[in-house]
């Protein structure tokens, strides 16, 4: 997993752990990212996140979510994965909006970012 994560890290180099960087981010996203990038394979809990977030994709269907609903963006699907793992897993998951696009990324989905903002639609490729 730690490797198809810095791949998706690597093909979108403006993507960090709290989305795709933009003026409104509160953080030092250069920092932040390297940082991430650094101690990705000591990072449990990102990790863990990203596969919830693959869990989550393996048994929704999100093409139809983003049929019926062209709003649906990275920021309200990180949400459905929280509820989903507090639900069914009994046990909460903290979910970033970085950690949902990227498992969208490894599910082959292309991250639209949405003006002036960290979060994203997506399309599908493959």
């Not at 979108?12 to 933009?22: F, Q």
């Not at 863990?48 to 709003?71: A, E, F, P, V």
């Not at 459905?80 to 009994?90: I, Q």
Request: net charge neutral; aromatic share 12%.
């Amino acid at each position: 997993m730690v490797e198809k994560i810095l791949a998706a890290l690597k093909q979108y180099t403006n993507l960090g752990e709290w989305g795709m960087n933009c003026p409104t981010l509160q953080v030092d996203f250069i920092s932040d990212r390297e940082s991430l990038i650094k101690t990705m394979g000591n990072n449990d809990s990102f990790v863990d996140s990203i596969q919830t977030c693959c869990n989550w994709l393996d048994s929704h269907n999100i093409d139809y979510m983003l049929k019926r609903n062209k709003g649906r963006n990275s920021y309200g699907f990180k949400h459905d994965v929280e509820d989903w793992s507090e639900n069914f897993r009994a046990s909460y998951v903290y979910v970033s909006n970085g950690a949902f696009i990227i498992s969208a990324i490894i599910h082959g989905y292309v991250p639209l970012q949405m003006d002036q903002s960290p979060n994203c639609k997506f399309k599908k490729v493959r």
